[in-house]
């Protein structure tokens, strides 16, 4: 049976995988993996903190996207 956080948690890692293809293929490729292991531990750790440690995770994760992922497009 699927706990509300295991199903937070399979929707948590759609919404990431989501966000890697705004990455170029080779980056997500060599990196996607491991950025997805790592924001997946951030989130175990923060849903343990509460709400306001969940939000403040995808906050910065998807203001790191969207400044990072436009720089290895410009590398490329």
């Known amino acids: ?6 199903t937070a948690m399979a929707w ?3 919404l990431y995988d989501a966000l890697l293809w705004l990455y ?8 996607g993996p491991p ?12 849903q343990y903190q509460g709400t306001w440690h969940v939000m403040a995770l995808w906050l910065r ?5 969207l400044v990072t992922a436009p720089i290895e497009h410009l590398k490329g």
Request: proline share 3%.
């Open 24 to 31: 170029p293929e080779e980056h997500r490729r060599t990196y």
């Open 61 to 65: 994760t998807v203001v790191d996207v």
């Open 1 to 6: 049976m699927l706990t509300h956080r295991d």
């Open 35 to 46: 950025m997805t292991q790592l924001f997946l531990d951030q989130l175990r750790d923060a």
């Open 12 to 14: 948590a890692r759609r």
